[in-house]
């Protein structure tokens, strides 16, 4: 069974300041995606960003960008330019591809404070 | 932009009593999936759902749950007897196919008392 670890618990960051928050996984698969989720207090699961395992290239999205290091399966979120807005709960996910509905298995979080 | 919705926002009920939550898929999406979040927990997978039956379930979806597309937009989670424990916040996700991104709906908060 896949496994997803987010290490940090709770992060700050100083507004405008570069923040990474870090994500390892376990799998035996070779082709996977891998997520990461923003969950600010009204609790909704948004969307930040998407890697597939296949592609070498670091996907980017305006101030997020991943680290995806495939063979130490680690997947690490940088946050640039930090803003009031970016305060949530981050949540990496995996997802092994299948012909079939396949669920997304998520670690427990990073809570990250963005101080003005 | 197209989203994902979910009813009731908030639902308090009493143990034992039936819920069902609703949701309303993203129009061209085939692929549907409900998850739960215990406060202060890990988001976990309980079902999903594909044609009209149920492609993958965990443990923690067992014979008190079900899941059905009544009329072919709407897509419920049933809850027949509720427990203390089902208190968490249900999030209903839906995905184009089964490799695509999952869009979350905005969760429905249950409080078993």
């Known amino acids: 069974a896949q496994t997803v670890t987010q290490s940090q618990p709770e992060m700050s960051v100083q507004e405008a300041e570069t923040v990474t928050l870090s994500c390892t996984y376990d799998?035996?698969?070779?082709?996977?995606?891998l997520f990461w989720y923003k969950q600010p207090p009204s609790r909704q699961m948004i969307l930040v960003i998407r890697q597939e395992a296949y592609k070498q290239q670091n996907a980017t999205e305006n101030r997020f960008s991943v680290n995806f290091q495939k063979a130490a399966k680690s997947f690490s979120l940088k946050i640039s330019d930090s803003q009031l807005g970016d305060t949530a709960m981050y949540f990496c996910?995996?997802?092994?591809?299948?012909?079939?509905?396949?669920?997304?298995?998520f670690g427990k979080g990073t809570r990250l404070s963005v101080i003005a | 932009e197209p989203e994902v919705t979910q009813t009731p926002s908030h639902q308090v009920t009493q143990m034992g009593q039936e819920v069902i939550l609703r949701c309303v898929p993203i129009?061209?999406?085939?692929?549907f999936y409900w998850y739960r979040q215990i406060l202060g927990q890990k988001v976990e997978f309980l079902v999903s759902?594909?044609?009209?039956?149920?492609?993958?379930k965990s443990e923690i979806f067992d014979d008190q749950f079900s899941v059905e597309r009544p009329d072919g937009s709407n897509f419920t989670l049933k809850i027949r007897s509720t427990k203390l424990e089902d208190s968490a916040m249900y999030f209903c996700?839906?995905?184009?196919?089964?490799?695509?991104?999952?869009?979350f709906g905005p969760g429905t908060r249950l409080l078993v008392l």
């Open positions: 129009s061209n999406h085939l692929y």
């Open positions: 996700a839906t995905g184009r196919d089964s490799q695509e991104t999952q869009y």
């Open positions: 996910a995996f997802m092994k591809p299948n012909s079939g509905n396949t669920p997304l298995v």
């Open positions: 799998t035996s698969e070779n082709n996977y995606y």
């Open positions: 759902f594909y044609n009209n039956e149920i492609s993958e």
